[in-house]
């Protein structure tokens, strides 16, 4: 009868892992919370808008949060979208309190995320580029041999 060792490889798993974990946790959560708590925002000029959290980024000792957010919409003035999410960041707070068992409740910063309107940037150069078909090129080289073959007789 034979016996066969079986190692069981453990991770340890450090306190900065935990950490980071944890913070990915809170960000997530605290997204989630924000989005919902938006809805419920009464200033017309983020109320007018469509407002939504792309992200957050809580500090570690939870003092502070940076808010993502991107606005969608026509007519939409972004610096006043801005001011109507500054001037309800105490109400908005207030909720976060209530809604997650932080110790800390961070004080939030709101910055605008551009990555919405680059990325419809980036699809309009590709669609131009994609209009621009081989067919039309093939075209133009013809027409440039005509050309040339009439400038010699």
Request: aromatic residues 6%.
């Given at each position: 009868?034979?016996f066969?060792?079986?190692?069981?490889?453990?991770?340890?798993?450090?306190?900065?892992?935990?950490?980071?974990?944890?913070?990915?946790r809170?960000n997530?959560?605290?997204?989630?919370?924000?989005?919902?708590?938006?809805?419920?925002?009464?200033?017309?000029?983020?109320?007018?808008?469509?407002?939504?959290?792309?992200?957050?980024?809580?500090?570690?000792?939870?003092k502070?949060?940076?808010?993502?957010?991107?606005?969608?919409?026509?007519n939409?003035?972004?610096?006043?979208?801005?001011?109507?999410?500054?001037?309800?960041?105490?109400?908005?707070?207030?909720?976060?309190?209530?809604?997650?068992?932080?110790?800390?409740?961070?004080?939030?910063?709101?910055?605008?995320?551009?990555?919405?309107?680059?990325?419809?940037?980036?699809?309009?150069?590709?669609?131009a580029?994609?209009?621009?078909?081989?067919?039309?090129?093939?075209?133009?080289?013809?027409?440039?041999?005509?050309?040339a073959?009439?400038?010699?007789?």
């Amino acid at each position: 009868m034979s016996f066969t060792a079986f190692r069981i490889n453990t991770t340890k798993v450090t306190e900065t892992d935990m950490a980071g974990y944890r913070q990915g946790r809170i960000n997530e959560q605290l997204t989630k919370e924000l989005a919902e708590i938006l809805r419920t925002v009464k200033d017309p000029r983020v109320n007018n808008a469509l407002v939504s959290i792309t992200g957050a980024e809580c500090a570690a000792d939870l003092k502070t949060a940076k808010i993502y957010y991107s606005a969608i919409g026509t007519n939409v003035d972004l610096d006043e979208i801005k001011k109507g999410l500054v001037s309800a960041a105490g109400y908005i707070r207030r909720q976060v309190a209530q809604r997650l068992n932080l110790r800390n409740t961070p004080e939030l910063r709101f910055i605008l995320d551009e990555s919405m309107q680059k990325g419809a940037h980036m699809s309009e150069l590709l669609r131009a580029i994609a209009d621009k078909t081989p067919e039309s090129d093939a075209n133009e080289i013809e027409k440039d041999e005509v050309k040339a073959d009439s400038t010699y007789e």
